[in-house]
């Protein structure tokens, strides 16, 4: 009953910009941390960004000073600003959330997105 649906990915060149966004929808009653993923093929899956519901961020050492996690509380949405993207950076992004929903009784629980692939090459 609640979702993430991540977009935003695609091709670019290096040194380029892409946003990627996640949507959440649902049941939902309150959101948690917001957090951006991702995973190169051969790799594991590496947390990038990460930004609590009072907005305190956290990011990964390789992607300080050129990615910016935020989020639209409002909008139940979290967005992932990537600036001068390297060749590095290419992987599929996966968005989690901590969502508070309800079936019986409230809960919190993670949900991830199905990832949306980012491309860097010239």
């Known amino acids: 009953q609640v979702q993430l649906v991540e977009s935003g990915g695609g091709l670019v060149q290096p040194g380029g910009s892409l946003r990627l966004s996640c949507v959440a929808s649902?049941?939902?009653?309150?959101?948690?941390?917001m957090g951006w993923y991702r995973q190169a093929p051969g790799s594991q899956r590496e947390l990038v960004a990460l930004?609590?519901?009072?907005?305190?961020?956290n990011y990964a050492d390789t992607v300080k000073g050129r990615f910016t996690i935020s989020r639209d509380n409002s909008k139940n949405t979290a967005y992932l600003q990537m600036n001068s993207l390297e060749p590095e950076d290419a992987a599929v992004y996966y968005c989690?959330?901590?969502?508070?929903?309800?079936?019986?009784?409230?809960?919190?629980?993670?949900?991830w997105g199905q990832g949306t692939q980012v491309t860097v090459s010239s």
């Open positions: 989690k959330a901590d969502i508070r929903t309800m079936a019986v009784v409230l809960y919190t629980k993670s949900y």
């Open positions: 649902g049941r939902i009653f309150g959101i948690n941390d």
């Open positions: 930004i609590t519901s009072g907005g305190n961020t």
